[in-house]
């Protein structure tokens, strides 16, 4: 198949990397989890003793600590400085930190810089928050994935009981308003669906009809040459 970028944004926990990571395999293209790189500057904040609100500090932890991604065939797995972190950029504390982080406009230059060098060639599958606005506004697909937020907390619910993590339904509601909130009213590049974006509404869908109507559109676009 033709190598063309696709761009998956929408808010947390809306289902972009499920639908993407399966995306990038049927077309074999390569995935790009773009929170888990903001996520990983959060982790490195933690480690190193760096504030969340010390902007310069944090764009030299990106500088001095590499994020890089490796495909294996048990999935993705993400590297800071070549020490996996793919589970501890999970973790409560992050997810509770990480909106603060991706405010900073020069982490968001670092890190945005680096994303476009990955998709530069096409055949990439990247979702985050800003990808068909800010990272990537030429890719031929872009897609806008939204669904409520009780549909959202019972996914992560489901996700950390599957995984052994005990949560609290109530509090993961909270959580991922929270973090709507923050990710959408930020000044620089909030979440914002592009113009030229498909909304998907995943509320009461399947993964596999997700997946379906996204091929649908990407179809589309590219019978429209
Ligand atoms: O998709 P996620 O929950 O792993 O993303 C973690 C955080 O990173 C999210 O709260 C907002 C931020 N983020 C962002 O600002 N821009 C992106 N392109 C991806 C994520």
């Given at each position: 198949m033709e190598k063309f970028n696709i761009a998956i944004d929408g808010p947390a926990s809306s289902g972009k990397s499920t639908v993407a990571k399966i995306l990038a395999k049927d077309y074999g293209f390569i995935y790009t989890d773009t929170g888990a790189m903001y996520r990983s500057v959060t982790y490195l904040a933690l480690k190193h003793g760096v504030a969340f609100d010390d902007e310069a500090g944090l764009v030299a932890l990106i500088e001095k600590y590499p994020i890089?991604?490796?495909?294996?065939?048990?999935?993705?797995?993400?590297?800071?400085?070549?020490?996996?972190?793919?589970?501890?950029?999970r973790s409560t504390e992050v997810t509770n930190n990480v909106s603060e982080v991706s405010a900073h406009g020069k982490v968001r230059e670092e890190l945005v810089y680096q994303q476009q060098k990955i998709a530069a060639d096409g055949g990439v599958v990247m979702d985050g928050r800003d990808i068909g606005t800010a990272v990537l506004p030429d890719a031929r697909v872009k897609i806008f994935l939204v669904a409520s937020v009780k549909e959202r907390a019972?996914?992560?619910?489901?996700?950390?009981l599957e995984k052994g993590i005990p949560t609290d339904l109530e509090t993961l509601k909270e959580e991922i308003q929270q973090r709507d909130f923050l990710d959408s009213n930020r000044d620089v590049s909030p979440l914002k669906q592009a113009e030229d974006a498909v909304r998907i509404d995943t509320t009461g869908m399947s993964i596999p009809d997700v997946v379906q109507a996204i091929k649908d559109v990407v179809a589309e676009k590219i019978s429209q040459g």
């Open positions: 890089t991604f490796s495909q294996t065939p048990d999935g993705q797995l993400v590297f800071c400085d070549g020490e996996d972190v793919t589970a501890a950029v019972e996914r992560r619910y489901k996700e950390n």
